[in-house]
C-alpha cells in the first residue's frame, strides 16, 4: 500500500518558556536570544517595545518576535498576557516576524489547549526569558502538546497571507518584486545542484505559486527556470571535470538519470562531450 509522505513546511523544536499571567505595570527588558517569542493579549491592552518600535496589542492579538530581539512590556490596567519562547525552523518562521494576528476562535481554541499544556509543565514565573523549573509530574505528552499547539497556531496565522499573495499573482509585476524573487529561486537552485529539482519544488520551498515564479524568473532574465537549472548544472559539471571527476561521478553527483544521459545534456549546451571538454583543458585545472 502506498502512502504521501508528509511534508515539513515549519517545527517547534524546543521551549524555554509558556507563562500565563495577569500583568500591570511595566515590566524588565527582555530578550528572546535563540527563540521566537510569543506574546499574545487574551484580555486588557498593553504596548510592547521591541527593537525600536512600539506595538500595541488589543484583546485577541498575537504578536511574534524574532530571535535576538530585546522587549519590554507595558499597560496601566490590569491585562491577561500569553508569553512562550521557544525555537523555530522552516522557511515559514520568516512570515512572522514582527507581525501581528487576530485570533479567531479557532485559535483561541488552541491558545487555551496551550496554556494549559504550559501550566503543566513549567512552574509559574514572570522572568519570560529563563527556562522555569519543570514540574516532575509533567508527563511526556504535554510537550508534544506544545509542540503541536505552537505549530498549528502558526500555521493558521499565516495561512491568510499566503492566500492574499496568491490572489496577487495575476497583477504585474514590479521590477524590484521581479528580481527579489528572481534571487530566491537563483539561490534555491544553487543550494540543490546535486538534487533533482522540479517547479512544484520550488513553489512548496517559496511559497509562491508556479505561474508566479516563471513569470518572475522569464521577465527579470529572458529564460526558463528549468533552463537557468540546466546552465548552473553544467557549469558545476564544468568545474567538477577540471577538479578530475568522471564523467560517471559527476552523473551521480549532479543527480543525471545515468552517464548518457549526462553526456547528451553536456553535449547540448556546449557543443562537446565531456571528454572533449576536458581535452580542451590542455591538462591544466583550475
Known amino acids: 500500500m502506498s502512502t504521501k509522505t508528509l511534508r515539513t513546511v515549519l517545527s517547534v523544536n524546543s521551549a524555554l518558556n509558556c507563562q500565563y499571567t495577569d500583568f500591570c505595570g511595566e515590566s524588565r527588558p527582555f530578550s528572546t536570544g535563540e ?9 486588557g491592552s498593553i504596548s510592547v517595545f521591541a527593537n525600536d518600535k512600539n506595538f500595541f496589542l488589543k484583546n485577541g492579538t498575537a504578536l511574534f518576535l524574532p530571535p535576538e530581539s530585546q522587549y519590554t512590556l507595558w499597560c496601566d490596567r490590569k491585562s491577561s498576557v500569553l508569553v512562550a519562547h521557544f525555537t523555530l525552523t522552516g ?16 485559535k483561541k481554541t488552541i491558545l487555551s489547549k496551550l496554556v494549559s499544556a504550559g501550566t503543566n509543565l513549567f512552574s509559574e514565573s514572570a522572568d519570560f526569558d529563563v527556562m522555569p523549573e519543570i514540574k516532575d509530574d509533567a508527563g511526556v505528552s504535554v510537550e ?3 509542540k503541536n499547539c505552537l505549530e498549528l497556531f502558526i500555521l493558521d496565522c499565516v495561512k491568510p497571507i499566503i492566500k492574499q499573495t ?8 514590479g521590477e524590484t518584486e521581479a528580481s ?6 537563483y539561490e534555491y537552485l544553487g543550494n540543490n545542484l546535486e538534487e533533482k529539482v522540479s517547479l512544484d519544488d520550488l513553489s512548496e520551498a517559496l511559497f509562491f505559486s508556479k505561474s508566479y515564479l516563471k513569470t518572475a524568473f522569464f521577465s527579470t532574465t529572458g529564460k ?8 548552473m548544472k553544467i557549469q558545476e559539471a564544468k568545474r567538477l571535470i577540471r ?3 568522471s ?16 553526456y547528451k545534456v553536456f553535449s547540448s549546451e556546449t557543443g562537446m562531450t565531456p571528454s572533449e571538454y576536458k581535452k580542451s583543458l590542455g591538462g591544466v585545472r583550475q
Open 35 to 43: 527563540c521566537f517569542a510569543l506574546v499574545y493579549l487574551d484580555t
Open 91 to 106: 522557511s515559514l518562521a520568516e512570515r512572522i516576524k514582527e507581525k501581528t494576528f487576530g485570533a479567531d476562535s479557532f
Open 144 to 146: 508534544q502538546v506544545i
Open 166 to 173: 496568491a490572489r496577487s499573482y495575476e497583477n504585474p509585476l
Open 180 to 185: 527579489r524573487v528572481t534571487e530566491k529561486i
Open 224 to 231: 526558463t527556470i528549468m533552463q537557468a537549472f540546466k546552465e
Open 243 to 245: 577538479s578530475g571527476h
Open 247 to 262: 564523467a560517471e561521478e559527476i552523473a551521480k553527483r549532479l543527480a543525471y538519470c545515468n552517464k548518457n544521459y549526462f
